[in-house]
């Protein structure tokens, strides 16, 4: 009888492309950042990189989200050339509908693995990484002590309060009732206990589908405009709030958010969590400084508070600084053999 270990012996074909890739989660929230085997975007700016793999590649991205190599919550990064001169690399942001705007639970797993790969100089103490992202330049900020990561942290783009408590009608649920804010992505943020939703691990399926029907419905009934950019003018998710069902140490409150094509954020959402910090802040709710900790459906926690205020365009924003903790958990390489019928892959939820 052969050894399983000859298994390893096997080859790919000549023509069979292959894709590497680092994974992570930061909170529970995959994170499958690309290694190799991408082809090169075209674009100055990282906006006209998402068009140029929206128009080019889609297929990769939805053969590397997709299952069998993803699954339907699946997330992913690839990283791309800067468009500024002083920020030290781009990141494009992969998810089961495309390609999002930020994402802050990327941000803190980039920033631990850019430090421990040596893609920037590790250096004792405070390090500094500075992200193009769709949304505007991310500054983080990696601490590292006696050569160990042990603290992340990053300061985002400038977030605020779009509209407050605004209605609307959503079928199956009834009258709900929201605030818009941007986090770097558009979020509509609706009170949980106020419906009576249970943000447990076991409610999955109706956290989801209500998400879904809240965002078609915000959609449909609300403008959406970004101060600057029309390709960040849309709703990107709704996140449930609630100041009853945290289950942690120090949590205020729980963050569970259904974002693109019904992906379930498994972190508390670094976008997400640095809307909320702009609404309270808005509501004259939290102080400059002032720290508030926020869990996840899983418990894991992200801490948000607001450093800086100042005038976005006509609207009033904040910056919001965010701290998470993230993990290394593989590496993979991941085959398309050209006869695959199933090689852009397929989602089951």
């Known amino acids: 009888m052969k050894q399983s270990n000859?298994?390893?012996?096997?080859?790919?074909?000549?023509?069979?492309?292959?894709?590497?890739?680092?994974?992570?989660?930061?909170?529970?929230?995959?994170?499958?950042?690309?290694?190799?085997?991408?082809?090169?975007?075209?674009?100055?700016?990282?906006?006209?990189?998402?068009?140029?793999?929206?128009?080019?590649?889609?297929?990769?991205?939805?053969?590397?989200?997709?299952?069998?190599?993803?699954?339907?919550?699946?997330?992913?990064?690839?990283?791309?050339?800067?468009?500024?001169?002083?920020?030290?690399?781009?990141?494009?942001?992969?998810?089961?509908?495309?390609?999002?705007?930020?994402?802050?639970?990327?941000?803190?797993?980039?920033?631990?693995?850019?430090?421990?790969?040596?893609?920037?100089?590790?250096?004792?103490?405070?390090?500094?990484?500075?992200?193009?992202?769709?949304?505007?330049?991310?500054?983080?900020?990696?601490?590292?002590?006696?050569?160990?990561?042990?603290?992340?942290?990053?300061?985002?783009?400038?977030?605020?309060?779009?509209?407050?408590?605004?209605?609307?009608?959503?079928?199956?649920?009834?009258?709900?009732?929201?605030?818009?804010?941007y986090g770097g992505a558009f979020y509509a943020y609706v009170d949980a206990d106020a419906i009576d939703l249970s943000l447990s691990d076991d409610n999955t399926n109706q956290i989801i589908d209500w998400g879904k029907r809240i965002k078609l419905a915000v959609m449909e009934s609300t403008d959406i405009t970004h101060p600057f950019e029309a390709d960040l003018s849309f709703l990107y998710g709704t996140i449930f709030v609630s100041h009853t069902q945290q289950t942690q140490d120090g949590s205020q409150s729980r963050n569970v958010c259904i974002f693109a094509d019904g992906e379930l954020d498994r972190s508390p959402t670094g976008s997400g969590v640095a809307g909320r910090a702009a609404i309270h802040f808005a509501k004259q709710q939290v102080e400059l400084g002032q720290e508030l900790v926020i869990e996840s459906i899983l418990g894991s926690q992200f801490s948000v508070c607001a450093i800086e205020s100042l005038d976005y365009g006509e609207t009033s924003a904040i910056i919001a600084q965010v701290s998470g903790t993230a993990h290394v958990i593989g590496k993979n390489t991941f085959y398309l053999d050209p006869t695959d019928p199933l090689n852009t892959g397929f989602i089951f939820r």
């Not at 690839?78 to 390609?99: C, K, T």
């Not at 390090?127 to 990561?149: H, L, M, R, W, Y």
Request: charged share 20%.
């Open 6 to 181: 000859q298994f390893a012996n096997w080859q790919p074909k000549a023509d069979t492309q292959a894709i590497t890739t680092l994974e992570m989660h930061t909170g529970g929230e995959p994170l499958r950042i690309i290694t190799s085997g991408f082809p090169k975007l075209s674009g100055d700016t990282i906006l006209e990189k998402r068009q140029d793999c929206l128009a080019r590649f889609d297929d990769l991205r939805k053969a590397l989200m997709f299952e069998p190599r993803g699954h339907a919550d699946m997330y992913g990064a690839l990283i791309v050339e800067p468009e500024r001169d002083d920020s030290d690399m781009g990141v494009l942001f992969l998810h089961n509908e495309g390609y999002s705007t930020m994402c802050g639970h990327a941000i803190i797993a980039l920033s631990k693995a850019a430090i421990e790969a040596g893609v920037v100089s590790k250096n004792e103490g405070l390090n500094t990484i500075k992200f193009d992202a769709p949304c505007g330049q991310i500054t983080s900020f990696v601490t590292v002590e006696q050569g160990e990561v042990t603290d992340i942290r990053f300061n985002n783009v400038p977030s605020f309060l779009a509209h407050q408590a605004q209605s609307v009608m959503v079928e199956g649920i009834g009258e709900v009732q929201f605030d818009l804010a």
